[in-house]
């Protein structure tokens, strides 16, 4: 039996420590509000994955020192976006040869970094014991124990393991893989690509339009990726193209919704307003175009999608712009 520290007790955070549960690991999750803790040392977490029996094994609090003690692993899982600000306090729990793992998929805005560069430049963490966890994994699929997959990434392989072997269940089936950048990449990306689906479907639009929004969106996707050193064949693995799919077609996906409250003619004001949990894709749009352009590469759908989300565009004049672009090969 391992120790595991989870900190962040929203879906995936809840989720991931349900499935290290039944791993047979003891799991110490580190939330901000006493009143999720107690919720979640009652044995549910009805704010963000109501109905679910949570497994013995998972103790929760709000002190970070008491959750990381004797902790081998350590898993990240908050919105990206605060993950900087967040290991200001965290970074010194982090050391004694921890394997810190991160189940984020968001770009940092302002730096353009991914966020296994975040906890190694912040926290101090060499990347041999920093890995990712990115697959197709909507948390209110996992905490019903519906069969998934998903890649744990490092570049020490071993450390890899060692992760995948507390997160291997009956339900669970983790791949392992030295492409970080890869991982990372698909993670962030699919939810920009899911948002701009989801418009498509609340503009109405069938399958063949969702099915040209997700080919291309994984063009562009692996356009980036390799930019960035990635390993091609990750985007046609379980994080790529599989959280890809999993995203852009499933309602109970965030980004996705957003992107369907969109395309019916809600603003973004209004969408935000009455999404209560991380779409991280509303915001990393940004960053992972500004990422793109750093490195010279076309990413249209994540252009577009930005300027629907950041410039006031709307959905339809979104479509129309990425019918219009000049012909070209589609393998270019
Ligand atoms: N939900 C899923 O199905 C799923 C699956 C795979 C990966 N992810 C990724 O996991 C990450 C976390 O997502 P989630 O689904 O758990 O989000 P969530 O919105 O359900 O929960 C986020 C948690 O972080 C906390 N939080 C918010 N702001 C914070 C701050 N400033 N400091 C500390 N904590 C803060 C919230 O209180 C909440 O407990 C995201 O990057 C997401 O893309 C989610
Ligand atoms: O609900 P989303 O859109 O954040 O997606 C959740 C997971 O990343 C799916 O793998």
Redesign the pocket.
């Known amino acids: 039996m391992s120790h595991i520290a989870v900190f ?6 809840t ?1 991931f420590a349900t499935i290290l549960a039944h791993g047979g690991n003891d799991v110490r999750v580190w ?2 509000r006493p009143e999720l803790v107690a919720q979640i040392n009652s044995g549910v977490n009805e704010d ?1 994955l109501p109905g679910v029996d949570l497994p013995s094994g998972i103790s929760a609090s709000t002190d970070p020192a008491e959750v990381t003690d004797g902790a081998e692993i350590v898993i990240l ?4 976006q ?1 993950l900087r ?2 290991l200001a306090d965290w970074g010194p729990l982090l050391h004694d040869d921890k394997i810190v793992v991160s ?4 770009i940092e805005l302002g730096t353009t970094k991914r966020m296994s560069e975040v906890i190694h430049e912040v926290a101090g963490v060499p990347s041999e014991r920093i890995a990712v966890v990115s697959g197709p ?3 209110k699929e996992i905490v019903r124990q519906q069969p998934a997959a998903s890649v744990v990434a490092c570049p020490d392989l071993e450390a890899a393991d060692t992760v995948a072997a507390v997160c291997s269940t009956s339900f669970f089936r983790p791949y392992t893989s030295t492409d970080v950048i890869g991982a990372e990449l698909g993670g962030a990306v699919k ?1 920009v690509i899911a948002l701009a689906v989801g418009m498509a479907s609340g503009l109405g639009f069938g399958d063949n339009t969702k099915a040209t929004i997700i080919t291309r969106g994984l063009a562009e996707t692996t356009r980036l990726a390799m930019a960035l050193g990635a390993d091609p064949r990750t985007m046609s693995g379980l994080a790529g193209v599989g959280d890809l799919i999993a995203t852009c077609m499933s309602p109970l996906s965030r980004n996705h919704s957003f992107g369907v409250k969109l395309g019916e003619g809600m603003s973004v004001a209004e969408v935000t307003e009455q999404t209560k ?2 779409a ?1 894709g509303v915001k990393s749009c940004a960053s992972i175009l500004d990422l793109a352009r750093a490195h010279g590469v076309d990413v249209p759908i994540t252009e577009q999608v930005n300027r629907v989300v950041h410039e006031g565009v709307s959905p339809q004049d979104m479509v129309s712009v990425l019918l219009s672009r000049a012909r070209k090969h589609e393998m270019d």
Do not use: F
């Open positions: 962040g007790a929203g879906s995936w955070g989720a939330g901000r963000y899982s908050v919105p990206s605060s600000t967040n189940l984020m998929k968001g994994n909507l948390a939810n949990q991380t991280e």
